[in-house]
């Protein structure tokens, strides 16, 4: 089963950074992967996606020019880099395949912004 392990999330002051990582099981290579985020109570939000060749987009003009999504294939990891975080962005963050988030969750990293 494929397993999909994200991480990197804590507790940062507003206008800090934090990196978010998320390795697969399996390679993802050819994978379009995105990042996701989830509050309580509320439905599963798209935050930005990457596909194979690199091109990137943001869902959110809120997180554009704040947050970076990368990827390192040989390493089957995705990453999310976020700057001048600020406490509407703390929640839930999760990683899977774009659009479909087609393989299973993982736990989540929590990210937690304090003002």
């Known amino acids: 089963q494929v397993q999909l392990v994200e991480s990197g999330g804590g507790l940062v002051q507003a206008g800090g950074s934090l990196r978010l990582s998320c390795t697969a099981s399996?390679?993802?290579?050819?994978?379009?992967m995105a990042w996701y985020c989830q509050a309580p109570g509320k439905q599963r939000e798209l935050v930005a996606f990457?596909?194979?060749?690199?091109?990137?987009?943001y869902a959110d003009s809120a997180v554009k020019g704040r947050f970076t999504i990368s990827r390192d294939k040989a390493k089957n990891t995705v990453y999310l880099q976020m700057n001048s975080l600020k406490p509407e962005d703390t929640t839930v963050y999760y990683c899977?395949?774009?659009?479909?988030?087609?393989?299973?969750w993982g736990q989540g990293t929590q990210v937690t912004v304090s003002s």
């Open positions: 399996v390679s993802i290579s050819v994978n379009a």
């Open positions: 990457i596909f194979s060749g690199g091109n990137t987009n």
């Open positions: 899977n395949t774009y659009p479909r988030g087609a393989m299973s």
